[in-house]
């Protein structure tokens, strides 16, 4: 219940930046930098065991390593559950209460349709949030993401503003915290939409973005890392890969080194956690 208020309270003042970990280690890392919060990030989980994002991924796998993210840190941890793995309310509910149980405090939970080209009927959405209201109770903050811009959905970006305009102020009314919004990152758009949404807006950070000062100053209440720091790891990876291979060479791994020692005292630092 702690570190459900600390969460509530740390969406409700804004200016929040979230870290989003796909596995112990990288939790402990982002904690360790001074994170109030940690998130987990479902392509970042399913990458990394090889698997595509979009519910491609055991549930029980993904509630597993949530798990063992919110033993590894002290501080509160929301969970990315996706769709929230089966289409009916009775599903969504019984992932919440998987997630209660895994020790999360928070959930993103999708209006996509993984399976089909587009998101779930607005009715449909909303009693798949109200039952997700229902079973976390006061325990969970509740992020309800919508795909409108992440998918590029409407005659054109006019429709497309009008739309998540319209589903957000569904979704909160159906008992949401928050509306997220990835793939949106213009300021100008960002600011208006703000103004029409009756409630808090999250979105997520990418390479090219405006910095998080900018978001917050348009009225954005939240941004979260998301995927993009583990496909960065992926990438740094690949470039170690590509010049131990072709030149026999360890520079890139030199420059990205974290240290043994690093490592060894990042997990001793929090093995004594109860």
Avoid at 185 to 208: F, K, W
């Amino acid at each position: 219940m702690q570190l459900a208020q600390q969460f509530r309270q740390l969406n409700e003042q804004g200016q929040f930046l979230l870290a989003n970990a796909w596995d112990a280690g990288s939790a402990r890392v982002f904690a360790a930098a001074g994170f109030a919060a940690i998130g987990t990030t479902s392509g970042g989980i399913a990458y990394s065991r090889g698997l595509k994002d979009g519910e491609q991924i055991d549930p029980q796998v993904m509630i597993s390593e949530l798990a063992a993210i919110c033993r590894s840190v002290n501080v509160p941890v929301t969970a990315d559950i996706e769709a929230g793995y089966g289409y009916s309310p009775e599903s969504v509910a019984a992932t919440i209460r998987a997630v209660i149980a895994a020790g999360a405090v928070g959930v993103n939970l999708e209006d996509r349709q993984h399976g089909s080209s587009g998101l779930f009927d607005l009715n449909a959405q909303v009693e798949r949030i109200r039952a997700a209201r229902k079973a976390a109770g006061d325990l969970l903050w509740i992020n309800a993401r919508t795909d409108t811009f992440l998918l590029c959905l409407g005659v054109d970006e006019k429709e497309r503003f009008l739309m998540t305009v319209e589903l957000a102020n569904a979704y909160l009314l159906a008992g949401a915290d928050m509306v997220f919004v990835p793939g949106l990152v213009d300021v100008a758009v960002l600011t208006r939409l703000c103004q029409l949404v009756n409630g808090p807006i999250s979105v997520m950070a990418m390479p090219g973005a405006p910095s998080a000062a900018a978001l917050f100053a348009a009225g954005v209440r939240r941004v979260s890392l998301g995927v993009c720091p583990m496909l960065a790891v992926m990438g740094t990876l690949r470039d170690i890969a590509i010049e131990a291979r072709e030149a026999g060479t360890w520079r890139v791994m030199g420059e990205r080194f974290y240290g043994f020692a690093e490592a060894e005292s990042l997990v001793c630092s929090a093995a004594g956690r109860t």
